[in-house]
């Protein structure tokens, strides 16, 4: 409540700027996002996380399919290598829920 368009306050990043890989993952099933903010994927796909965003309720990550960049369900995604363990906290910006 009272975040506007922010999904939440806060993320965990492997660096400030949130441009390092945290982890890579295969799509468990397809996933067809509600608006522009949202990336599309299909079963099997190989999914890039950028950062994840943290607090209630959210239960959502930022990656990238192909070119395609936007969020998407955690629970979508089995992860199958990581990129680093260093996970900085930090705080969300209206950037972060623009269209890509």
Do not use: Q
Not at 58 to 64: I, K, R
């Amino acid at each position: 409540p009272g975040l506007g368009r922010r999904f939440a306050e806060r993320k965990r990043c492997a660096d400030p700027e949130c441009s390092m890989l945290m982890c890579r993952g295969k799509a468990m099933r397809d996933f067809k996002g509600p608006d522009c903010r949202f990336v599309n994927f299909k079963k099997g796909e190989a999914v890039y996380v950028y950062y994840k965003l943290i607090g209630e309720p959210t239960e959502l990550w930022a990656g990238s399919v192909g070119s395609d960049f936007g969020y998407f369900p955690k629970d979508l995604l089995e992860i199958n290598h990581n990129y680093s363990n260093e996970e900085l906290e930090l705080p969300t910006d209206e950037t972060d829920f623009v269209c890509f």
